[in-house]
């Protein structure tokens, strides 16, 4: 059974920086991982995700500010979130699976969730 544990987030000032981990209890070097987030009476969305070959996405909200990296060996997913904005407030979660269910958005298997929450 897949399991993910989320670490990091909390409360920080706009212009600030999180940094957010998700470790994974399987072998992820095949999969994608991703991080997606919701804010209360919106759609969750796709942040970013990176594929088994590095490749990387970014929503366009976060493209500049936000990185995501991977440590195959730690079965491990990051998120390096700087210069947030209040707009970056929202639960978020890290999620594993074959990049065909995470790209659509449909992943089967996904993290605690763990609050974001950026003050003006």
């Known amino acids: 059974q897949v399991q993910l544990v989320q670490s990091g987030g909390g409360s920080v000032q706009t212009g600030g920086s999180l940094r957010l981990s998700c470790a994974a209890s399987?072998?992820?070097?095949?999969?994608?991982m991703g991080w997606f987030r919701q804010a209360p009476g919106e759609e969750r969305e796709r942040v970013s995700s990176?594929?088994?070959?590095?490749?990387?996405y970014y929503t366009d909200s976060v493209k500049g500010r936000f990185t995501i990296s991977r440590d195959n060996a730690e079965n491990t997913l990051y998120l390096q979130m700087n210069s947030l904005k209040p707009e970056d407030t929202a639960m978020y979660y890290c999620?594993?699976?074959?990049?065909?269910?995470?790209?659509?958005?449909?992943?089967?298997?996904w993290g605690q969730g763990t609050q974001v929450t950026v003050s003006a």
């Open positions: 999620a594993v699976d074959v990049c065909t269910y995470l790209e659509a958005a449909r992943p089967r298997y």
């Open positions: 399987v072998y992820t070097s095949t999969y994608c």
């Open positions: 990176i594929r088994p070959t590095s490749i990387t």
